[in-house]
């Protein structure tokens, strides 16, 4: 028999696992749904002194307790904490850990040090000041914790009804692993209304991002649910067919390409040019008199830090900048420090710095600029668009984020460009879109132009047939070449009229 130990996320207990147990022991599983010492039901306080450590040994006094020859331990959003934790305890006991939209933790990492957007750490700090307690959100801020996707009206009202206050020391206290659990076998559930699927996984897993890179063992099985953060609550039956799969090792694979596509060349056969580098800037010069528009290049992401080659440096960076010098501009290519989701505070002080080194360049009109962002660095257009400068003369986006991902939390950043479109004015922007783009990232985008065209942003759009993320080195197609050359003319014309 297998036996199920369930444990819930923030602010919940055990009861938001009630329809999911029930499918399960339907099936012949014996089924342990876990409330967390101080999180039964809002009453249950939890005193000062409860921290991750209290809910790690929870769990493992239950493990202890349970006899089953298969111990499969699920961990949905902050219960993948103590799920690790326990295990690392007691890894001979547990046949299988679940992560339900959760985050991949690491030793020594806690739930604030995750938090990608400052200003939610702060006021999570505020509000435990003194009762070392953190009040659950309202029913208005409670998909500021993962998209409520699917999630029925009155099965919201009671996830806000019975929410207990998280103890601050759960989100506080680092996780520390010894290793030990390190050879039990994984699985992944991925919400994609959260902002997560497969198809993204595998592309930040593939660029070599330390983290994702255990996923790529072929023991581990990720599968897709269509919904959003919650599915105890918007799909349970779904919910325990996957976990019953999940406890027989079925899944999705992730594979490595023997060629990464991004080392893959560029779609358009541009000249060869020297390029000029000034710190974390690449120049590529065109042939002509005078001090000429820019093009600057800006990366997307998140992309880690010991990655090589440098996004500088790869094909369609390299490709883009010779193109614009070619074409009479110069081509700037750079590199920000966007390692991680918390990442987007420093790389918009990179871009900022970045721009002013480019137009003090004498070989450079300062007076004409355009900033062209790519993929995850689109969420960085929001503050040019936002108070968009004189001398901006076009914004350009490429297979774009144009919106935090909600498994991201960076909802309360100012990192979000549909908000800040309505402050663009006349700013021509020139956004080039993939028929088979990553849905999360398309769904961004018509967000996007929804916002647009309420403000009567001035969007020129450009779609590529069958283009995939990436399409200017994965598709050598000539609807991805005149895609490209489309993009690049309607920018140039922009910084020349």
Not at 194 to 201: K, P
Not at 453 to 479: K, N, R, S, Y
């Amino acid at each position: 028999m297998t036996a199920f130990v369930l444990v819930p996320g923030s602010y919940t207990g055990g009861w938001i696992w009630q329809e999911v147990a029930a499918r399960l022991r339907e099936s012949g599983a014996e089924v342990h749904p876990v409330t967390l010492t101080g999180m039964g039901e809002g009453r249950d306080l939890a005193g000062p002194d409860t921290d991750l450590d209290t809910h790690i040994e929870d769990l493992v006094r239950l493990i202890d307790q349970v006899d089953a020859p298969e111990l499969v331990i699920v961990g949905h959003d902050y219960g993948i904490h103590p799920v690790l934790g326990a295990a690392d305890r007691r890894p001979e006991r547990i046949s299988r850990i679940v992560y339900l939209d959760a985050g991949l933790v690491l030793d020594g990492e806690s739930v604030l040090d995750l938090l990608p957007d400052p200003a939610v750490r702060d006021r999570l700090l505020r509000q435990a000041e003194d009762s070392g307690l953190i009040s659950p959100p309202s029913l208005d801020d409670w998909p500021s914790l993962g998209s409520t996707a699917g999630v029925p009206a009155d099965s919201l009202a009671r996830l806000v009804e019975l929410a207990a206050p998280q103890p601050l020391g759960t989100f506080s206290r680092p996780l520390r692993l010894s290793g030990a659990a390190s050879g039990i076998p994984t699985s992944g559930i991925l919400c994609t209304a959260n902002g997560l699927s497969i198809a993204m996984v595998e592309t930040v897993a593939r660029m070599g991002e330390p983290r994702f890179k255990p996923l790529l063992d072929p023991r581990v099985g990720i599968f897709e649910l269509a919904t959003g953060h919650w599915p105890m609550l918007s799909c349970p039956d779904e919910l325990a067919e996957v976990l019953l799969r999940a406890a027989a090792g079925e899944g999705h694979r992730l594979s490595a390409p023997e060629q990464p596509a991004l080392h893959r060349p560029f779609v358009l056969d541009v000249p060869e040019r020297g390029r000029e580098r000034v710190g974390h800037v690449d120049l590529y010069l065109p042939d002509a008199d005078g001090p000429r528009p820019a093009v600057v290049f800006v990366h997307g992401g998140p992309v880690p830090p010991g990655m090589r080659p440098r996004p500088r440096e790869w094909p369609a960076f390299v490709g883009y900048g010779r193109y614009a010098a070619s074409l009479g501009a110069v081509g700037v290519t750079m590199e920000h420090r966007l390692h991680d989701t918390r990442s987007y505070e420093q790389s918009a002080e990179d871009v900022a710095a970045a721009v002013e080194l480019v137009r003090a360049d004498p070989r450079v009109d300062g007076e004409r600029v355009a900033l062209w962002f790519f993929s995850g660095g689109a969420l960085l257009s929001a503050d040019w668009l936002a108070t968009p400068p004189p001398w901006l003369r076009c914004v350009a986006a490429t297979y774009a984020m144009l919106a935090p991902m909600p498994a991201w939390g960076l909802g309360e950043s100012r990192f979000r460009p549909a908000a800040a479109l309505r402050s663009a004015g006349r700013l021509p922007i020139v956004l080039t879109r993939v028929e088979l783009d990553i849905p999360e990232i398309a769904a961004s985008g018509e967000e996007f132009l929804a916002a647009a065209e309420d403000c009567g942003a001035d969007v020129e759009v450009i779609d590529v047939p069958l283009g995939h993320h990436g399409f200017e080195t994965l598709d050598h197609t000539d609807e991805a070449r005149a895609a490209v050359e489309h993009a690049m003319r309607s920018v140039l014309g922009h910084l020349r009229g």
